[in-house]
């Protein structure tokens, strides 16, 4: 029992770095620019597909694909920001969501055009195999991408915390009229942190790539576990997402272990609704406790 | 305070701000000259914090033009304004509250030169020190009192060297001794650095005796302007503002 315990505890924290890293782009951009993103998972398919096809056609492995993604995605989060939300980061909230909504159907569009709906997976050499450490059982694929995600969450705090970027980030997700009247160029930072939240749906696709069967349209689970993790951890706030994310990877493994797989949804949902009764606080006093 | 020869830093020249039907600055006009205080007083809703939103390119101008030196302020963002030159405080303070007092003063350094940055800690320290914070300088903003929240906003607007600062109401519900110390402060950046202030208050005989100049705005027009002793004296700001008593 206890080395069924062990293993669950393992397990759950491997994935919950995952999903830790799926949220915290999502996480940082709502929180710190406002944008309700819902064309992030589109990008964390992206991502998936980004690693699916460097592996098929360029034999590239996965692990190199995550930093790959990174850069890449940052780009592409630049070129978004200026094409689309430009036009819309000072309009009305709706507009933004209408317009981020258009992208993300747009995505998946392109993505069933390019690969259509069938299932894929990533078998790179360490996909099927598994380390004992002690009693416990962990695939090996989990522990890569799990580390992966550490290394991704752990820069990206330390980015926003110590550099001087990341401060006037963070200064911006404060009070962006003091931050612009002090001298910060808003523009270049918002657009800085879109590439930094997209750059992280990317990386975060191929670390889920790894684990996870996808297809164009898992994007909408992936969007439904993003934002659970955002909501459960506050917005804006890496170490919070980080301790959502977790806690979400244990429920569902725990949960898992004992009942069929539909409770894990039940469970978290219901764990949701409690904190935010509990908190009694919507996503506007959430994000006063991000940044 | 104008006739001089050379540019005045700050022109206002027949502003005019509407906010749907109603006129919050109608043909505003007045110079600003380097090295000097100017108060800008007036009844609330006279206009005052949204012309220093109008200077400071936070909200655009309906009508007339604002010049920076040469530079014509219309269109440009703050944060162009900011780096040639003009920085600002807020009515209620807005210091980045998450951030400790010393990563505050160096936010407004982001974009400047290597040179600049590479003095930074220098700078805050210095800064620190002048405003009676350094004790304070690896705590939170958010763990300071009001009134220190307030110096440390009026470091932050000091820490790139601007030509002129704009406060927006810096002795509102401040302790006797901050404000004291804000006036030294203020005073000490004129001498020192070179600096202008355009300072808006409703605390009348701390600004006549502070200011080289005043302009008293009623209902979005300029009432009077000069001297302070002579403006707070003048019929229109007395029947407008201040008040037989």
Same mark, same amino acid.
């Given at each position: 029992m206890l =080395?069924?315990?062990?293993? *669950?505890?393992?397990?759950?924290v491997l994935l919950g770095l995952i999903y830790a890293i799926a949220g915290v782009g999502l996480s940082l951009v709502l929180g710190i620019m406002g944008i309700v993103n819902v064309a992030h998972s589109a990008f964390i398919m992206l991502g998936s597909f980004f690693a699916f096809e460097l592996f098929r056609r360029l034999g590239v492995d996965p692990i190199i694909s995550f930093f790959l993604a990174f850069p890449v995605f940052f780009a592409a989060g630049i070129v978004v920001y200026r094409l689309l939300i430009t036009r819309v980061e000072l309009a009305p909230q709706t507009q933004g969501l209408v317009a981020m909504f258009g992208l993300m159907v747009l995505l998946e569009s392109i993505g069933t055009i390019a690969w259509t709906t069938d299932t894929? @997976? *990533?078998?790179?050499?360490?996909? =099927?195999?598994?380390?004992? *450490?002690?009693?416990? @059982?962990?695939?090996? @694929? /989990?522990? *890569?991408?799990?580390?992966l995600a550490l290394v991704l969450i752990v820069s990206l705090w330390a980015f926003l915390r110590f550099t001087l970027t990341g401060r006037a980030i963070r200064a911006m997700g404060q009070d962006r009229s003091a931050a612009m009247s002090v001298g910060v160029n808003v523009r270049q930072l918002s657009a800085i942190m879109f590439g930094l939240g997209i750059a992280c749906a990317g990386s975060a696709g191929v670390a889920l790539g790894m684990v996870f069967p996808f297809s164009p349209n898992t994007q909408i689970l992936w969007l439904a576990w993003a934002f659970l993790v955002v909501i459960l951890g506050g917005l804006g706030n890496v170490g919070n997402t980080l301790i959502a994310g977790l806690v979400v990877g244990l429920i569902q493994t725990g949960v898992a272990a004992f009942m069929p797989f539909d409770y894990v949804y039940l469970v978290l949902y219901v764990l949701l609704a409690v904190i935010l009764v509990a908190r009694r606080e919507g996503l506007s006093r959430a994000v006063r406790r991000g940044i | 305070m104008s006739g001089a020869d050379a540019a005045p830093l700050l022109a206002i020249d027949a502003v005019t701000k509407k906010f749907g039907g109603v006129v919050a600055l109608n043909a505003v006009s007045f110079q600003l000259e380097a090295n000097r205080v100017v108060g800008l007083i007036g009844p609330n809703g006279s206009g005052k914090t949204t012309l220093l939103n109008v200077i400071n390119g936070v909200v655009d101008a309906d009508g007339g033009e604002v010049r920076l030196g040469d530079m014509k302020i219309g269109g440009k963002r703050p944060s162009d304004l900011a780096a040639n030159g003009l920085s600002r405080t807020f009515q209620t303070t807005r210091v980045f509250q998450t951030l400790t007092t010393m990563q505050n003063l160096f936010v407004p350094l982001l974009h400047r030169q290597a040179l600049? %940055?590479? /003095?930074?800690?220098? %700078?805050? =320290?210095?800064?620190?020190?002048? @405003?009676?914070?350094e004790r304070h300088a690896g705590h939170t903003a958010s763990e300071l009192s009001g009134g220190q929240q307030r110096l440390l906003e009026f470091a932050r607007a000091l820490v790139t060297h601007p030509r002129l600062i704009l406060m927006d109401e810096p002795f509102a519900g401040v302790h006797p001794e901050i404000k004291k110390v804000l006036i030294r402060c203020i005073r000490e950046t004129v001498q020192k650095e070179g600096a202008s202030f355009l300072i808006v208050s409703h605390e009348v005989p701390d600004l006549v005796n502070m200011s080289d100049f005043m302009v008293c705005l009623v209902e979005g027009r300029v009432a009077a302007s000069g001297l302070p002793t002579a403006v707070v004296h003048d019929e229109k700001v007395i029947e407008g503002y201040l008040g037989r008593n």
């Open positions: =080395n069924q315990i062990a293993t *669950i505890v393992a397990d759950g894929r @997976v *990533i078998t790179a050499s360490y996909t =099927n195999t598994a380390t004992l *450490i002690g009693p416990v @059982v962990l695939a090996n @694929v /989990k522990v *890569i991408a799990g580390a | 600049e %940055r590479s /003095k930074a800690t220098e %700078r805050a =320290n210095e800064l620190l020190a002048f @405003v009676g914070l």
